[in-house]
């Protein structure tokens, strides 16, 4: 016997985010069939469906197999009552943000655009306090030298701090996820640590594998690797130049190896996220409904990527608005990485966990 | 007294036009094949008795000959249709007459016919000489002429073994212009064209076929004569899935239910299994839709070890070297994905209304609705989905109304 107390309130969420009628579907199965990644056990979405249709968050929420898919939409597209199984999938990744956020509050404004007014502020706010603490708070004479506005110090040290508090609040809520996703089948024995079951998924991640199968959108593939290697080498460049900020002079040489990996980094970016954004707008029947969560991140994804190119370009042309851009670019990175497990960027912890997680449990996708 | 004009010659046309001319109102009838009898008379045996359909319709066929207030016109379409009830002027298109209807089907002309054409009534799955018997139990009994395949006076054989001087090779198509009372439409229905389900590769998998081909490969006098023989090596398969739902109740074919599937499918494999006991058969569906006492027939089906029924839809078919073919379904009861092998697939597809070149309102099916003008009523399979007991009872509801037009 199953017990089933729907959830209403999620349901309608579910509802309105994924755009879907999730009643009408008629169960068939065939979302399960078509999917190239759904295991032969208990393979997804059609169990997914039912449990949308009865509002069962628990089920739902815990699952790894909501992160398990990577929306290439086969299921969508075959569908026979157009019942958009992989926008009801992506809903739940939506709300699974919200639902494991700590604290709440930054869940809830990063997913409703009314809210859009002060998740600007937050940052706005804080990096001015910032910028008056150390005393900079105005914009400097003669040429532009963005450390006269923000010194280095000032800058890696509270952005360092805000980036590892809000990994640590990410790792709280991951914490839970991972709880539930126990709880939901008591039976299946979790085995081999995070470390080494991360370790056998590495061919996943790093060949991103599972995007191959996607027969219905081939450039999804390129467009994640563009971006998933551009945002790693900037990583890699950013930590290199605050070590730098330290020891060196700095800003780099233009022709400093560093610097020319960090400007290859921001082509692969502009190049993946440009694709990103085309197909959501040009080819919307195969890319499914693009919600306000999915826009946010890619948006501010993509002016961090563009602001940060001109902002590196003021510097030499000593343009007059350098300053306000580099304000604008600093709200950016705040969007993209202090904002992290709030916003769709957190697919990079929730779908890591449920991959390692599923590997625990030996459950393996076709 | 203007008579009722009947377009279509199935099941419902025929049983339209003999109760109407049987409470003594004129009717003509056409039909566009050079037979009567429609998508039925090519069935096997009828669902739930089992019996077989030209017996039913021997005894209307016989019903007509003996009619003179039926006139019926075969090869001939509607082309054009004016006025008013009681009052209609319409003009009928008839194919070129080879054969003449002093034609005693003595066979003479099939022994020198040199061309060959593929046998519609069989789906082309077999083959009949350019000139052709329609079916064993085709009325009218005579021989047809195929204007694509036959060379006419070039080859001239024909004309010059037949005794009874009965083909004429220079026959021309005519124009019959008619002024009728009312109009029945029973142009009935076709099969959904599988090959526009991708993921069920139909066009590319020889032993795939569809429901209504099926009908003839279990037919005596269809594909195998007496045995089930697939495609690919005319091998007798001994496992066989049914694929319920290929096409219909999907937004992306026919998002509607085609009413009829399930119980043939049922019928189906019940044939199979009296031809075939040991045979194994899987029939994969959605929801098993049989209703009324009709459910009988699904329990026994059910009581069959042999005949599996495995609630999931069939996502994918994906043929092997051997041309086998793997069925791929999520077994919704236990939750699992399913791979069944199968040697012949049999995709239930749905039913789509037949075309017809007059403009009638029609809904976004193309079903012509109910709403035309006064003194033309749509029949059957023409306006919904239905099987055929349904189909004669509607048949008999629109001669009422026609008969009532004067």
Request: aromatic content about 12%; hydrophobic content about 40%.
């Amino acid at each position: 016997m199953i017990e089933v107390s729907p959830d209403i309130k999620f349901k309608k969420q579910l509802k309105r985010i994924s755009n879907s009628s999730l009643n009408e579907c008629m169960q068939c199965g065939t979302c399960s069939v078509v999917c190239s990644l759904a295991p032969d056990e208990r393979p997804f979405p059609r169990k997914e469906m039912i449990w949308a249709g009865w509002g069962m968050k628990d089920k739902l929420i815990g699952n790894p197999d909501i992160w398990l898919c990577h929306q290439c939409g086969d299921c969508s597209t075959y569908c026979p009552r157009g019942v958009k199984p992989a926008d009801v999938l992506s809903a739940v990744r939506e709300i699974s943000y919200q639902h494991y956020a700590k604290p709440k509050f930054l869940g809830k404004i990063l997913n409703d655009p009314k809210w859009f007014p002060v998740a600007i502020l937050i940052p706005v706010i804080i990096i001015s306090a910032i910028l008056i603490m150390a005393g900079t708070f105005q914009i400097p004479e003669g040429p532009v030298n963005y450390s006269k506005f923000f010194p280095h110090a000032w800058l890696n040290s509270s952005f360092s701090f805000l980036w590892f508090l809000t990994i640590g609040l990410g790792i709280l809520g991951l914490r839970n996820f991972r709880n539930d996703m126990k709880k939901q089948d008591p039976d299946l024995k979790p085995t081999g640590s995070f470390i080494k079951n991360l370790f056998s998924i590495r061919k996943e991640i790093i060949l991103h594998s599972n995007f191959s199968t996607c027969t219905a959108q081939k450039t999804r593939k390129i467009a994640h690797f563009l971006v998933f290697y551009g945002f790693i080498l900037l990583l890699f460049v950013t930590t290199f130049a605050i070590y730098a900020a330290v020891t060196h002079n700095y800003p780099l040489e233009f022709k400093n190896p560093f610097k020319i990996i960090g400007n290859i980094a921001a082509i692969m970016l502009f190049v993946g996220l440009g694709i990103m954004i085309a197909n959501r707008i040009f080819n919307k029947k195969d890319f499914g409904n693009s919600t306000y969560n999915d826009w946010l991140f890619l948006v501010s994804l993509f002016l961090l990527t563009v602001s940060g190119v001109i902002v590196e370009a003021a510097r030499f042309i000593n343009w007059g608005l350098a300053y306000h851009l580099y304000f604008f670019h600093l709200v950016c990175v705040w969007f993209v990485i202090i904002y992290l497990p709030y916003t769709k960027f957190g697919h990079l912890l929730f779908r890591v966990v449920a991959m390692v997680y599923a590997a625990s449990i030996n459950r393996k996708l076709k | 007294m203007k008579p009722v004009l009947v377009i279509g010659g199935g099941m419902s046309g025929v049983t339209t036009t003999v109760e109407i001319a049987e409470v003594g109102k004129d009717v003509i009838l056409i039909e566009k094949n050079p037979y009567l009898g429609g998508n039925v008379v090519k069935f096997n045996n009828y669902f739930p008795k089992l019996c077989p359909p030209t017996c039913g319709l021997e005894i209307n066929f016989r019903r007509i000959k003996q009619n003179s207030r039926i006139k019926y016109y075969t090869s001939t379409e509607i082309q054009e249709i004016s006025g008013e009830k009681g009052n209609f002027k319409v003009k009928l298109k008839t194919a070129p007459q080879y054969v003449k209807n002093n034609c005693t089907a003595c066979g003479k002309c099939l022994d020198v016919c040199p061309e060959e054409r593929p046998d519609k009534f069989n789906y082309g799955f077999t083959k009949t000489k350019a000139i052709y018997l329609p079916h064993e139990m085709a009325f009218p009994y005579k021989f047809n002429i195929d204007d694509e395949y036959c060379k006419k006076e070039s080859c001239n054989k024909c004309v010059e073994v037949c005794e009874y001087d009965a083909i004429n090779l220079s026959a021309k198509e005519e124009i019959i212009d008619i002024e009728v009372s009312s109009v029945v439409v029973a142009t009935g229905w076709k099969n959904y064209d599988a090959s526009k389900i991708d993921n069920l590769n139909y066009s590319t998998s020889k032993n795939i076929i569809t429901n209504v081909e099926f009908e003839r490969f279990i037919t005596s006098n269809g594909v195998g004569e007496n045995k089930l023989l697939r495609p690919s090596d005319n091998s007798e398969p001994k496992k066989l899935a049914f694929v319920q739902c290929a096409g219909s109740r999907d937004e992306n074919h026919l998002p509607y239910c085609s009413a009829v599937c399930c119980s043939a499918s049922l019928k189906h494999a019940l044939t199979i299994q009296e031809l075939y006991p040991k045979s194994e058969i899987k029939i994969f569906y959605i929801d098993m839709r049989v209703t009324g006492r009709n459910e009988d027939f699904l329990i026994k089906v059910q009581d069959n070890k042999n005949i599996g029924l495995v609630k999931g839809k069939v996502g994918k078919i994906t043929e092997t070297e051997s041309n086998n073919l793997i069925l791929e379904a999520e077994d919704i009861l236990s939750g699992k994905k399913m791979n069944y092998k199968a040697e012949m697939v049999v995709l239930a597809t749905g039913i789509v209304p037949s075309d017809i070149s007059i403009n009638l309102n029609k809904d976004q099916n193309n079903f012509i609705t109910d709403l035309q003008t006064d003194g033309i009523y749509p029949v059957a399979c023409s306006r919904k989905p239905m099987d055929v007991s349904s189909s004669v009872k509607d048949a008999t509801a629109a001669a009422l109304k026609a008969i009532q037009i004067k």
